[in-house]
């Protein structure tokens, strides 16, 4: 493993130093072209320029690498102007050097012999600058970059950590509930109990194998949502009517685990266990051409709140994985009734797995 990471880095280290001199060969075709348009003297123009290189290229590398990085990223843009400006003038009075010794030594203190544009001030100046901004905004926009895509995977790995630790708080929740479920039906000595713990068996293996994803296919939450009524009507039997109406889906449409138990869920703890005579639970599950449409409504009484733990973490949930793609609303606006409407994002729907299908689950 090492060997490989090292085989990496060389690699990345030779690609960077061969872009590094691709860049530079251009900057020096660039500046033959032209300060030689003057006398069209190519010869002497490329040695006048191989002398102002390393000028150029310190004067980049100093601010790409110092001046960048310790000044300009961190916001203290008054510092970083004015060492710029200490720079670049630094810079300019090297070319001078080098236009003065070119002056001496090739062109024999000649000034018919000079380049015109290698004693021009204004001209060395902009070459220098046309240069120096190129590279800095070159290593600005790919630090820009690499920073983005960093705090971008930061965020990702950020969200996935928030939405496990949800998870881990809505399955010990949803447990807990049914296990209360079952030691009722034990200590009433039912024969239902074997009943009810091959559904909670079920229920369990999808958690442990579902439940870590993000997203599953709607068929199989759906199955473990009847499951799930199944469950509870074996405890509270005939006190409660529990309806599924499911219209249109297909098989690849995808949810987020445990959403619809969640749901009943809280429709039964805090609707069912709330009123003391028949109660009602409804479960509207509807596919459109723009997603899902999920709506749960259960009779209550109008001082229960039915909101718990399990929804409150539903709701993180949703966030986390449809953002602002999604919404949920609670209706209380009718008297003992409490209702939840979910829309969830989908693709584009073009069949049926199920039509118009209503079940009436019994105990």
């Known amino acids: 493993m090492k060997q490989i990471q090292q085989v990496y880095h060389s690699a990345f280290i030779c690609r960077r130093w061969l872009m590094h001199s691709a860049f530079w060969i251009g900057v020096l075709l660039i500046y033959v072209i032209f300060f030689g348009r003057a006398n069209h003297n190519y010869l002497q123009t490329f040695v006048f320029v191989g002398l102002l290189m390393p000028i150029t290229i310190g ?20 510092l970083f102007a004015l060492y710029f400006i200490y720079t670049v003038l630094g810079s300019l009075c090297l070319e001078m050097f080098v236009a003065m010794f070119t002056y001496m030594a090739i062109a024999q203190m000649q000034w018919n012999n000079m380049n015109p544009a290698s004693v021009d001030i204004f001209f060395l100046l902009a070459s220098l600058l046309m240069v120096v901004f ?193 919404s949920l609303s609670i209706d209380r606006s009718k008297a003992n009734e409490f209702w939840i409407q979910v829309m969830l994002p989908g693709k584009q729907i073009t069949g049926n797995i199920a039509a118009n299908k209503i079940l009436t689950h019994k105990p």
């Open 59 to 78: 004067t980049t590398y100093f601010l790409n690498y110092y001046l960048v990085p310790r000044y300009f990223m961190h916001g203290q843009y008054g």
């Open 134 to 326: 190129f590279g800095v905004a070159l290593k600005v926009m790919l630090q820009w970059r690499q920073s983005r895509e960093a705090y971008q995977k930061l965020m990702h790995e950020k969200l996935e950590a928030e939405l496990r630790f949800l998870k881990t708080q809505l399955n010990p929740h949803f447990l807990f509930n049914t296990l209360n479920n079952l030691y009722y039906l034990a200590s009433e000595k039912s024969d239902k109990a074997p009943q009810a713990i091959l559904a909670l068996s079920e229920i369990l293996d999808y958690v442990l194998q579902e439940g870590k994803a993000i997203l599953v296919p709607l068929e199989k939450e759906l199955k473990q949502a009847e499951n799930f009524i199944a469950l509870e009507l074996l405890r509270y039997g005939d006190r409660v009517k529990v309806e599924t109406h499911i219209n249109g889906f297909l098989p690849d449409k995808n949810i987020v685990p445990m959403l619809l138990i969640t749901l009943l869920e809280n429709s039964f703890k805090h609707g069912v266990m709330q009123v003391s005579g028949k109660s009602w639970i409804i479960l509207q599950v509807e596919g459109k051409a723009d997603g899902i449409y999920i709506k749960v409504g259960n009779s209550c009484k109008n001082t229960s709140l039915g909101k718990g733990i399990g929804l409150e973490n539903l709701q993180s949930q949703l966030q986390h994985v449809y953002a602002a793609t999604h």
